[in-house]
């Protein structure tokens, strides 16, 4: 297992502007071991800036997402949002298509609804989608189409790949509701979707309920119920596990002092942080980052 050092942090990778035509927003390719996994950089934890997708039709491997593994497997389509924590256990053949794209290229969208679906604010932490054959063809169909768009120099061409893209995201959002076990989008559902984006943007810095009420303009027990019922668990439950989570991977991927973790999450007293972090996973936290590393070692 790869470990940072004390005085490194979890590299964070940029989305790379085409070689050739120099976009900056998108980019789709096919997926194969001489063109994508020859960088080594993927088999060291890392983050990225930007949303990745891919439909795996052939080989198999194992990848991480925040210290959890998936068995990569045909015929099904994985994704990750920006900044998540990945680590690739090893270079293995793999065939299928990708796609990466930026919050900037989501920002295009005139319309602005591709934010809000399932599949970009992914509130349940979801990372794969299996494909029946009839999801399959109809997934297959639009990548092939990108794939072409892609390479194609002509006019509109960033109108038609948003135009796919979002007939491919809207689709996969369907996807994710049914096997996720999403279900409403009424103003309650859109509430916590909004109280989940304003964790994520601010969860280091805010930790109680009240401010993120404050921003949303209502009142903290109104919040408190809506999140309660639409989500099933109490509004400050979603703070302290983001926080922990972070937590998570700092403590697996990195080798900071317990102190700098607790500050960098918005913590003034470390010892406080502790005790928080032992009553959410039962671990303080050097036994979780002894323990885990110890568990989750990865077969080589």
Request: aromatic share 10%.
């Given at each position: 297992m790869y470990i940072q050092g004390e005085d490194q942090k979890i590299p964070n990778y940029a989305f790379e502007p085409h070689r050739h035509t120099g976009n900056q927003m998108f980019r789709i390719n096919r997926?194969?071991?001489?063109?994508?996994?020859?960088?080594?950089?993927?088999?060291?934890?890392?983050?990225?800036?930007?949303?990745?997708?891919a439909l795996i039709k052939s080989g198999s491997s194992r990848h991480w997402i925040d210290m959890t593994p998936y068995s990569l497997k045909p015929d099904t389509f994985y994704f990750t949002v920006p900044h998540q924590v990945?680590?690739?256990?090893?270079?293995?053949?793999?065939?299928?298509?990708?796609?990466?794209?930026?919050?900037?290229?989501?920002a295009t969208d005139y319309e602005g609804?591709?934010?809000?679906?399932?599949?970009?604010?992914?509130?349940?932490?979801?990372?794969?989608?299996?494909?029946?054959?009839?999801?399959?063809?109809?997934?297959?169909?639009?990548?092939?189409?990108?794939?072409?768009?892609?390479?194609?120099?002509?006019?509109?061409?960033?109108?038609?790949?948003?135009?796919?893209?979002?007939i491919l995201l809207v689709y996969l959002s369907r996807l994710y509701l049914e096997q996720l076990s999403e279900r409403g989008q009424g103003e309650d559902r859109q509430l916590l979707k909004k109280y989940l984006a304003k964790i994520e943007e601010s969860y280091r810095q805010l930790h109680e309920v009240a401010d993120y009420a404050s921003q949303l303009h209502i009142?903290?027990?109104?919040?408190?119920?809506?999140?309660?019922?639409?989500?099933?668990?109490?509004?400050?439950?979603?703070?302290?596990?983001?926080?922990?989570?972070?937590?998570?991977?700092?403590?697996?991927?990195?080798?900071?002092?317990?102190?700098?973790?607790?500050?960098?999450?918005?913590f003034e007293d470390a010892s406080y942080f502790s005790r928080f972090f032992k009553r959410m996973t039962g671990h303080t936290p050097q036994a979780y980052r002894d323990n885990f590393r110890e568990m989750y070692q990865p077969n080589r």
């Open positions: 997926l194969n071991i001489s063109v994508n996994y020859e960088q080594r950089d993927f088999l060291v934890p890392h983050r990225k800036d930007y949303y990745f997708m990945h680590l690739k256990e090893e270079m293995t053949p793999l065939t299928g298509i990708i796609v990466c794209f930026t919050s900037d290229f989501l609804s591709l934010r809000s679906l399932p599949i970009i604010q992914n509130p349940f932490n979801g990372h794969e989608l299996s494909l029946d054959e009839g999801d399959l063809l109809f997934v297959q169909d639009i990548l092939e189409k990108l794939l072409v768009e892609y390479d194609t120099k002509s006019d509109w061409q960033h109108t038609m790949l948003l135009s796919y893209m979002r009142s903290p027990g109104h919040l408190g119920d809506v999140i309660k019922e639409q989500s099933g668990k109490p509004a400050i439950t979603h703070i302290h596990e983001r926080l922990t989570l972070e937590a998570k991977r700092l403590l697996f991927h990195t080798d900071q002092v317990i102190k700098e973790i607790a500050f960098h999450l918005g």
